[in-house]
C-alpha cells in the first residue's frame, strides 16, 4: 500500500531563516506530487505540483520554492521566510499514469513564523 | 475559471441528527468531485467520489450526488456523530482538455461540530 510522509510535523522558525520540509512517497511510483498551504480557518491553496523529476510548476507568486531531487520526493523550501508564511503544510500525491483524480495527502506541518 | 462554493459553517448539531453541507461548483467539461474531511490537526482524507453525473459517492454512512443540472454535490448524513466533528471540504478536478488535469479546486471547507 501506499503511504506518504511529512516532516517535521510541527516548525517554529524566526523571521529571515530559511525553510526546507520534505514529504516523501511510498508503494508507487511515478506520483503527480503537490504542495498546498492552509491558513488559519481558510481553505487550501495550491503552491507547486510535480509530474516529474525535476518537473515543477508555480501556482502562485511567493517566497517559496519546491523541489524533486528524486522520483517520491518533494521539497518545499524558502531562503527567507515572512511572517505571512506560517500556516500549515500539506503535501499530497496522485497516481501519474492514469486519469483517476483523488489525491492522498500526508499529515502536514505546521509551521509558525514568529 | 473552475470554483467551488462551499456553505459557510460552522454547523453544529446534536448527535443523531441529520446533516447537510451544501457545496456548488462551477466547472467547464465533466469534472470528478470530492469531499475530502479534515479532522484536527491532520492531513485531509478522501472521504467519497463522484466521476460522472447522477453518480452517488457513499462511505461510513456519508453520501452526496453529482447533479449536473444543479452544478450541485451535496453531503449529507442520516445521523452524525460525535465522532463527525471535523471539517469538510469539496473538491473538483479538472476535467480532460480543459488544462488543470489532475488539478483539485476546494471549497473553503466547512467546520461541523457535533453535540453529544
Redesign the interface.
Known sequence: SQTIH?WPATLVQPVGSPLSLECTVEGTSNP?LYWYRQAAG???Q?LF?S?GIGQISSEVPQNLSASRPQDRQFILSSKKLLLSDSGFY?C?W?QGDT?T????????T?LTVT | GNSVTQMEGPVTLSEEAFLTINCTYTATGYP?L?W?VQYP??????LL?A?KADDKGSNKGFEATYRKETTSFHLEKGSVQVSDSAVY?CAL?GS?GSGN????I????TTLQVKP
Open positions: 511529512q503527480n481558510r481553505g487550501l495550491l505540483y509530474v500539506l499530497a496522485s486519469m483524480d483523488e489525491q492522498y495527502f500526508g499529515p502536514g505546521r | 470528478s470530492f475530502y490537526g491532520e492531513g485531509l482524507q478522501l467520489k466521476t471540504f478536478s480532460l488535469t489532475g488539478k483539485l476546494f471549497g473553503q471547507g
